[in-house]
Nanobody
Framework: QVQLVESGGGLVQAGGSLRLSCAASGRTFRWYTMGWFRQAPGKEREFVAAVSSKGVSTDYADFAKGRFTISRDNAKSTVYLQVNSLKPEDTAVYYC????????????????WGQGTQVTVSS
């Protein structure tokens, strides 16, 4: 059974940084694309970033480009999201996600989700 556990969220002032982590278990982590999504209060969940299985390819939402960096450590079965220059509008629950199949990158369907980690940015 695949499990995804996020950590690293918190309360930070505008302009600050956080490093979110997602520890995966239950299958061979290095075979699968990983992604980060977020959901703000009253809004739909949106894509943030994705990284290919070997970490060679990455994609970002427009709002994340230049401020967020996704990376992975396959030896630790962990994917990271470094979030810099945070803005109040980045306040959301951030979720780690993974597909159920070994699909060609980029992946559009994510089937496994973590419980989320709250990021709150004060102005």
């Amino acid at each position: 059974q695949v499990q995804l556990v996020e950590s690293g969220g918190g309360l930070v002032q505008a302009g600050g940084s956080l490093r979110l982590s997602c520890a995966a278990s239950g299958r061979t982590f290095r075979w699968y694309t990983m992604g980060w999504f977020r959901q703000a209060p009253g809004k739909e969940r949106e894509f943030v970033a994705a990284v290919s299985s070997k970490g060679v390819s990455t994609d970002y939402a427009d709002f994340a480009k230049g401020r967020f960096t996704i990376s992975r450590d396959n030896a630790k079965s962990t994917v990271y999201l470094q979030v810099n220059s945070l803005k109040p509008e980045d306040t959301a629950v951030y979720y780690c996600a993974a597909p159920s199949r070994m699909l060609t990158y980029p992946v559009k369907a994510y089937d496994y989700w973590g419980q989320g980690t709250q990021v709150t940015v004060s102005s």
